[in-house]
């Protein structure tokens, strides 16, 4: 069974501070994505890597930015956090069409 | 710009009877398309899913209808179980296995006894 696991299930930051969400998937795919979900907006995508090293941004990266050193781990920054990144963060993973696997959440609230 | 659109943001079903979750796209490029279900405090986990070149999936008590005409696809869950409350998402794709799947803003389904 794929497991994909976030650091975190809670997470309160200052305005300004830089934050790290972490992300580690156990079933060595390819693909990983890192996702917001708003109410009222649904899962919109921020960042996904499709290989070591390599990133392609998504429908909202402004205020973001992403780190992929080893497979299995896919990291998710904010450089100067903002009130407006207060969110639910969700990590997911996938293989060669396979469907997408989340992680559990971290709710990040930015005061 | 919001390329799939669910339109009722809650659904209450009696247990028992057909859940019918709507969900409506633009992007006449899309040709995959797929539903996730999402607990509270539980990322969302694969329901099933449709490709353009059929207009019906099923799979046990889930249906999915595709109408490629109307850029319109829906969820049936036959009879409803209390468990199945949950929010329901839909999401699109170019091709099967493309990075990028496009999300709807979500359905509340609650089943009541």
């Known amino acids: 069974d794929v497991k994909v696991t976030q650091s975190s299930r809670y997470l309160v930051k200052r305005t300004g501070e830089k934050v790290f969400l972490e992300c580690v998937q156990d079933?060595?795919?390819?693909?990983m994505f890192w996702y917001r979900q708003d109410p009222g907006l649904g899962l919109r995508l921020i960042y996904f890597?499709?290989?070591?090293?390599?990133?392609e941004k998504g429908d909202i990266p402004e205020g973001y930015s992403v780190s992929r050193e080893k497979k299995e781990r896919f990291s998710l920054i904010l450089e100067s956090a903002s009130t407006n990144q207060t969110s639910m963060y969700l990590c997911?993973?996938?293989?060669?069409?396979?469907?997408?696997?989340f992680g559990n959440g971290t709710r990040l609230t930015v005061t | 710009d919001q390329q799939v659109k669910q339109n009722s943001p809650s659904l209450s079903v009696q247990e028992g009877r057909i859940s019918i979750l709507n969900c409506d796209y633009t992007n006449s490029m899309f040709d995959y398309f797929l539903w996730y279900k999402k607990y509270p405090a539980e990322g969302p986990t694969f329901l099933i899913s449709?490709?353009?070149?059929?207009d019906k999936n099923e799979d046990g008590r889930f249906t999915v209808f595709l109408n490629k005409s109307a850029k319109h696809l829906s969820l049936h869950i036959v009879p409803s179980q209390p468990g199945d409350s949950a929010v329901y998402f839909c999401?699109?794709?170019?091709?099967?296995?493309?990075?990028?799947?496009?999300f709807g803003q979500g359905t509340r389904l609650t089943i009541n006894p």
């Open positions: 997911a993973s996938r293989g060669t069409n396979s469907p997408l696997h």
């Open positions: 890597s499709y290989d070591v090293k390599m990133k």
């Open positions: 079933m060595d795919h390819e693909n």
């Open positions: 449709i490709s353009s070149i059929k």
């Open positions: 999401a699109a794709s170019w091709v099967q296995g493309a990075q990028k799947l496009v």
